[in-house]
């Protein structure tokens, strides 16, 4: 169990708690602005052959700075590079939405993507959706047409493909 101090919205007073309770702690705030104390239990056990709570402690999950993730492959950022401005060829071409504008859009989309994978990618759980955003808004900025189907078909092959070729690449498993 742990203690936090938060300061309330609405300034009420305090509730009257018995002073032999074992789980609070005196409140030693030297603020003009009342603090409450929170008591944050990871979950509570109810026996049915006693009447009384039991705390149970439990680890939930472990503290993101356990665990590191590895730092940008940049030949891996090249090849997923290539496969994405591939497969955004392919596939926008077929449509007439991007009319002469395709290589100007793959361009676009292909340059995030890739100062994406050269800086921040790490593997499996790093792949985040931001620089899918900088594609459509970089793209209805300049005026293009599609920017947001173009973004969504840049997501939605990289949700299939990055994290696996990752794996293939490194050689990891594939959870």
């Known amino acids: 169990m742990s203690w936090a101090t938060v300061t309330p919205l609405l300034s009420l007073p305090p509730p009257k708690l ?3 309770s074992s789980f609070l702690s005196p409140s030693s705030s030297t603020s003009s602005i009342p603090s409450v104390r929170v008591l944050t239990i990871s979950s509570i056990h109810v ?3 006693s009447p009384f709570l039991s705390l149970r402690k439990q680890q939930i999950c472990r503290a993101a700075g356990e665990y590191k993730f590895p730092d ?3 030949e891996f950022a090249d090849s997923e590079t290539e496969k994405l401005r591939t497969h955004l060829l392919n596939k926008l071409s077929k449509k007439e939405t991007y009319e002469d504008s395709v290589e100007e859009i793959v ?3 292909t340059e995030i993507f890739s100062t994406f994978l050269h800086t921040e990618y790490g593997g499996p759980g790093t792949l985040l959706v931001v620089p899918f955003i900088d594609m459509a808004d970089t793209l209805n900025e ?3 047409p599609g920017g947001p189907q173009a973004a969504r078909a840049a997501i939605k ?3 299939n493909h990055v994290d696996k070729d990752w794996n293939e690449w490194t ?3 594939e959870n």
Do not use: F
């Open 18 to 20: 018995h002073p032999s």
């Open 47 to 49: 026996s049915s052959t």
């Open 72 to 74: 940008p492959i940049p």
């Open 107 to 109: 361009g676009i989309c």
């Open 142 to 144: 300049r005026g293009l």
């Open 157 to 159: 092959w990289a949700q």
């Open 171 to 173: 050689g990891g498993d």
